[in-house]
RNA sequence: UGGCCUAUGGUGUAACUGGCAACACGUUGGUUUUUGGUACCAAAGAGUCUAGGUUCGAGCCCUAGUAGGCCAACCA
C-alpha cells in the first residue's frame, strides 16, 4: 500500500502552505468574478474551473460576483447568460453578489482616503494627464491639481457625487507616486463620472468606481482568502495590496491576489471585443452560433459538460503562455460522448444500393444495439429492405486491398444487418455510379473486413446536417501584428447537408446527442422541429483511414521515407550521443563501430559545429570525438578548432571522453 | 527609470523541493472488434533556452546572458 502523492498546482502549492502556516480550513473562501459585458467562453472555463474547482476540492464557498463598475458597457443580458453557463457546466456559487453592492462602502473608503491625504482630485483632460504619467521607461510628473487641500477635494468629490459636473470634469485619483517604476502606481484613478443608467443601480450614481478601487476592496468585503486572476493583472498586485493597505482591519482576513496563465487555444479567438465582433459583422449567427468558442457555442454544438470540465482539469494550471492543441479539447467530447452516446445509422452523402436478390415488398425490423459500451442502453428496431442508401465513399468499382470497404466482386458486412457482394453498377450519361447492384446472403457469421452504416430508402427520414469546420485558418488568428484576426477567416466553416437518417430519430430531442455511426459525434440542434430535424456535428470519430488515404497514389511520400532513411549520416550519429555513455558495454561496443561506419560518409563541416557542444552533452561529445577519430585516420588534418576540441575532452571528468580524446591525440 | 513574469518532447502539465525526467493529448506500429470507432499492448519523441558557478550529484540553487510575454484606457 502505497501513498499516491496527487501533484499540487502552484496555487494549490500556495493554499496548502498557507493552511500550514495556520490558515483555518474554514476561511478559504474563492470567487469567480466577470464583468458582465458579454459571453463566457472556453477560455473562461479554465477560470471557473479554478475557483470552483478549489471549491469543491476544499468544500469551501465560491462567490460568483459580478463586476460592474462601468454601465457603459454593462447588460443584465449577459449577467443572465453567464449565470446560465455557469449552471450549466454543473457549478454551484455559494453568494450571488455584484461590485455595485458595495457602491456605497468603497464611497465612504474613498472620503477616509481623501481625508488622510491619500486621494485627491484631478481637474485635467486626459489627455494632460496621460502625459503626465510618463511611459513604461519615463518617469511620470506631479500634477498642478495634485496638492489640493483635503478640504477642497472633499468639496470636489462630493460635487462629483451629487452631479454637478459632467464627465471628464474631475475625477478621483489615489496618491502615491507619479515616479513609481510600476505605471499602475502613478497617481491610479479611482472614480470617474458617468452619467449613465446602470443595469442594476439606475441612476443612484453617477460617479462609478474604477476596477483597481473595487476589486481588492470586494475581495476583503467578503472575507476571499485567494482571489484567482490571470497573469495580465499582475501588475496589478502592488496597486490591489496598496488599496487594501489602506483600509485593512488587522483582525480580519486578508486577500491574496495570485495569478495564472489563461487559456489559449489554437485556431481560436478569446477576445470578448473580437467575438462580439464576428456576432456584429454575421460572421455567425449569435454568441451560441456552433462555431463559436463561447460556452453557450460549445454547449449547442453538443459539447458536454463533463467534457469541458475534464478538458480544463487536464490542461492544467502554470504561469507560462500556453497554446493548447483543439485535439485535446476534441478528444475530452470524445471520450465522454463515446460512453454515453448512443449509435445510430445516417448516411450523408447517399449512393443507392439495391440487393437484387431480396424480396421487393419484403421488410425486416432488425435489432440493432443501442451502445455497445454500455450495457443498459439495450437495443431498438431498424427497419431492411431491398433498397438502402450507402456512403459514396463507401463504394469504389476497383480498390487495393488496403480498400475494406466494397468494391465490385468484393463483400462487406452491413451493420446490424447481411453480408452483401457488389455485383455490377448502373452509371448515369456522365459516367457517374447511380446505383450499385449486390446480392445478399443471410449467413452473417462469416468473417469480413469491412463493416458499412445504412438506411433503408423507403423508411428513412430526410434531416438537415450541420458540419463545422474551424472559423480561422491560422493557429493563432489574433497574434499576427501586420495582420487582422478577420483576415483568416475561413470562408467554408458552414456545409449544410441534407442527410438520410435512421426512423427512430424521429423522436429525438432538442439537445439529444448521437453517434453517427462511423461518422461522427452529432447532436439535435435548437432549429429542430418534428417536421425538420437539424442535427450539428460535434466532432468527426478518430479517422485513422483519412490519414491513409492521401499517402497512396502519391509517391512523394516514397520519396520523402528514402530522404528519412538517408537522413544524413551526421544525423544518425548524433542520435547516439545521447545515450552513448549511458549504454551497457557490449552495446557500446557495438554503438561504436556503428558511429564508426558511418562517420565515413560525413564531411568535416558537418562535424566541426558539433565541437561547441555544451559541457553537459558528455554522449554528444564522446561520439564526436569517435566520428573526429575516423576523419584523421583518413587523412583529414588537425587544425586549431580540433586541437581546442581534443584539448578540452583531455581535461574532462568523463573518463570515457577522456579515452576517446587520448585515442587521437 | 524602466519594472514584473516566463522558459522541460510536436502540445499541455509533472518531477514528492538537490538523487534514474514522468503523465495525458498527438504520432507510428501491433492485438481485439459487426464502427478504419472503442479497448488493450508497444515504440518513437526531451540531456530541461545559452554560458559559467556551487555540489559527490543540478531541470530544480547562484551569477550573467538570450528569447518570449505583460504594463503608458476616465476598460475589466
Not at 165 to 193: C, S, T
Not at 226 to 252: A, G, I, N, T
Not at 628 to 635: P, T
Request: hydrophobic share 35%; glycine share 4%.
Amino acid at each position: 500500500m502505497s501513498e499516491e502523492r496527487k501533484s499540487l498546482n502552484f496555487i494549490e502549492q500556495i493554499i496548502e502552505e498557507d493552511l500550514a502556516k495556520g490558515m483555518s480550513k474554514n476561511s478559504l473562501r474563492f470567487r469567480f468574478p466577470p464583468e458582465p459585458n458579454g459571453y463566457l467562453h472556453i477560455g473562461h472555463t479554465k477560470a471557473i474551473g479554478i475557483s470552483f474547482g478549489l471549491g469543491e476540492y476544499y468544500n469551501a464557498p465560491v462567490n460568483l460576483r459580478f463586476d460592474d463598475t462601468n454601465p457603459a458597457k454593462e447588460e443584465q443580458e449577459y449577467v443572465d447568460a453567464i449565470k446560465e453557463d455557469v449552471a450549466w457546466l454543473g457549478y454551484k456559487w455559494d453568494k450571488e453578489l455584484f461590485s455595485s453592492d458595495y457602491f456605497q462602502q468603497l464611497y465612504d473608503w474613498a472620503v477616509y482616503l481623501i481625508k488622510e491625504g491619500k486621494a485627491y482630485v484631478d481637474s485635467q483632460s486626459s489627455e494632460a494627464m496621460a502625459e503626465q504619467k510618463g511611459t513604461p521607461t519615463q518617469p511620470g510628473v506631479d500634477g498642478p491639481y495634485r496638492n489640493r487641500s483635503v478640504a477642497e477635494n472633499l468639496d470636489l468629490f462630493e460635487r462629483m457625487k451629487a452631479g454637478e459636473f459632467e464627465e471628464g470634469e474631475h475625477i478621483l485619483r489615489a496618491k502615491i507616486d507619479m515616479q513609481h517604476p510600476n505605471m499602475l502606481m502613478r497617481d491610479p484613478i479611482m472614480y470617474r463620472v458617468l452619467k449613465k443608467h446602470h443595469h442594476r443601480t439606475a441612476n443612484d450614481w453617477c460617479i462609478y468606481p474604477m476596477y483597481d478601487w473595487t476589486h481588492g476592496e470586494s475581495d476583503y468585503l467578503e472575507q476571499i482568502s485567494h482571489s484567482l486572476c490571470s497573469l495580465e493583472f499582475k501588475p496589478h498586485r502592488e496597486l490591489y495590496d496598496w488599496f487594501l493597505d489602506q483600509v485593512v482591519d488587522e483582525d480580519k482576513l486578508r486577500p491574496k491576489q495570485r495569478e495564472f496563465a489563461r487559456l489559449n487555444l489554437s485556431y481560436t479567438i478569446m477576445s470578448k471585443r473580437k467575438l462580439l465582433k464576428l456576432v456584429e459583422d454575421g460572421v455567425v449567427n449569435g454568441w451560441d452560433d456552433p462555431r463559436m468558442p463561447t460556452i453557450s457555442g460549445l454547449r449547442r454544438r453538443g459539447y458536454t459538460p463533463n467534457a469541458i470540465r475534464k478538458f480544463v482539469e487536464t490542461v492544467g494550471v502554470a504561469k507560462r503562455e500556453n497554446i493548447i492543441d483543439v485535439s485535446l479539447l476534441e478528444f475530452c467530447i470524445r471520450e465522454d460522448l463515446n460512453k454515453t452516446a448512443p449509435r445510430v445509422m445516417a448516411v450523408l452523402n447517399p449512393v443507392k444500393l439495391v440487393i437484387t436478390n431480396y424480396p421487393e415488398d419484403k421488410v425486416e425490423w432488425l435489432d440493432a444495439e443501442n451502445n455497445q459500451e454500455d450495457e443498459s442502453a439495450g437495443f431498438r428496431k431498424v427497419p431492411f429492405s431491398r433498397e438502402l442508401y450507402i456512403e459514396k465513399e463507401d463504394f469504389k468499382e476497383e480498390a487495393g486491398s488496403k480498400f475494406f470497404r466494397l468494391k465490385l466482386g468484393g463483400e462487406v458486412r452491413l451493420k446490424n444487418a447481411y453480408i452483401i457482394k457488389a455485383e455490377s453498377v448502373v452509371k448515369d450519361a456522365s459516367g457517374e455510379v447511380t446505383e450499385i447492384h449486390c446480392t445478399y446472403s443471410e449467413d452473417t457469421s462469416r468473417r469480413v473486413k469491412g463493416t458499412l452504416h445504412w438506411v433503408s430508402i423507403a423508411h428513412a427520414v430526410k434531416a438537415e446536417v450541420r458540419e463545422y469546420d474551424r472559423l480561422f485558418n491560422d493557429e493563432a488568428p489574433d497574434s499576427h501584428a501586420d495582420k487582422d484576426f478577420m483576415d483568416f477567416i475561413n470562408p467554408n466553416s458552414l456545409k449544410i447537408i441534407e442527410a438520410f437518417v435512421e426512423p427512430s430519430l424521429t423522436e429525438a430531442k432538442v439537445g439529444d446527442r448521437f453517434q453517427f455511426q462511423r461518422l461522427g459525434y452529432f447532436n439535435v440542434d435548437d432549429d429542430s422541429t418534428p417536421e425538420h430535424l437539424v442535427f450539428n456535428k460535434t466532432v468527426g470519430l478518430r479517422d485513422t483511414w483519412a490519414k491513409v488515404k492521401p499517402k497512396q497514389n502519391t509517391n512523394q511520400n516514397q520519396q520523402k521515407q528514402t530522404q528519412q532513411n538517408n537522413r544524413s549520416a551526421i544525423e544518425q550519429i548524433k542520435s547516439y550521443g545521447k545515450k552513448y555513455d549511458r549504454l551497457p558495454e557490449d552495446k557500446q561496443a557495438k554503438a561504436k563501430a556503428e558511429i564508426q561506419e558511418l562517420a565515413k560518409k560525413v564531411s568535416y563541416d558537418e562535424l566541426e559545429p558539433l565541437f561547441n557542444t555544451s559541457v553537459k552533452k558528455s554522449g554528444t561529445r564522446i561520439i564526436t570525438m569517435i566520428a573526429l577519430g575516423v576523419l584523421l585516420a583518413n587523412g583529414l588534418d588537425k587544425n586549431d578548432a580540433i586541437n581546442s576540441f581534443i584539448a578540452k575532452a583531455l581535461d574532462d571528468k568523463n573518463a570515457l571522453l577522456v579515452e576517446e580524446a587520448k585515442a587521437i591525440s
